[in-house]
């Protein structure tokens, strides 16, 4: 079955400091990722395509096949990156999009 | 325009008025797609039009009507709703129903009394 798995509800760093979400997903198929940044009251964004391989906000993703894990990174944080972040899996089967249960990521100064 | 929008922002009903959701898209996406989102929670898919046909339904309880008039405007029509479907209802948009980006509206915050 497909799934996405986002293990950490809560992530809370220092500003400056590296942040690492974590997203794993399990799919037969090949696997279309995306990054998805919801800030408060505002609408979702996307933030990262896998195949675009574009750093957006300072933030990357790698796609690991072996692991099927889709990591987002960012090497120093900053306090306006707070916000609610989802990994989604795309079923290729009518775009049903597929979303983890969320990383609530929250830089202090 | 490069957006999704969506009317209204908010929304007060009791459970038994009917009222209708809006979603409009100039993008020139031909898939378009409702979802639900509770406090702290996911999106979760509900209807997926695809070239303004209905392609998937995700078993969504039939107080929920969606409807597509054209490939740029997309409704949801809500009767006799309970107080557990107050949510966000979110609407998005693609090029296409696979393999391509969707794009979110604002959402319309549903309250149902």
């Known amino acids: 079955a497909q799934r996405v798995t986002q293990p950490e509800k809560l992530l809370s760093v220092f500003k400056g400091a590296p942040v690492e979400l974590k997203c794993n997903y399990s799919?037969?198929?090949?696997?279309?990722l995306f990054w998805y940044v919801q800030y408060s009251r505002q609408r979702l964004q996307l933030l990262l395509r896998?195949?675009s391989r574009e750093s957006i906000k300072g933030f990357t993703a790698d796609l690991n096949k072996g692991e099927t894990s889709f990591h987002l990174k960012k090497p120093f944080a900053q306090e306006e990156d707070s916000a609610m972040y989802y990994c989604?899996?795309?079923?290729?089967?009518?775009?049903?999009?597929?979303f983890g249960q969320g990383t609530e990521l929250s830089v202090k100064p | 325009d490069t957006e999704v929008t969506q009317t209204p922002k908010h929304l007060v009903m009791g459970m038994t008025n009917k009222k209708s959701l809006k979603c409009e898209q100039h993008?020139?996406?031909?898939?378009m797609y409702w979802y639900k989102q509770k406090a702290k929670k996911p999106p979760e898919l509900m209807f997926v039009?695809?070239?303004?046909?209905?392609?998937i339904n995700e078993s969504v309880p039939s107080r929920f009507s969606p409807e597509c008039p054209n490939s740029s405007l997309l409704n949801l029509h809500l009767h006799a709703l309970q107080p557990e479907d107050s949510a966000l209802y979110l609407c998005?948009?693609?090029?296409?129903?696979?393999?391509?980006?969707?794009?979110f509206g604002p959402g319309t915050r549903l309250l149902v009394l």
């Open positions: 998005a948009s693609s090029q296409a129903s696979s393999r391509e980006t969707q794009y």
């Open positions: 799919y037969s198929g090949s696997p279309e």
């Open positions: 896998h195949i």
């Open positions: 989604a899996l795309l079923y290729n089967q009518g775009g049903k999009l597929i």
């Open positions: 993008m020139g996406h031909r898939a």
């Open positions: 039009y695809s070239y303004e046909k209905l392609s």
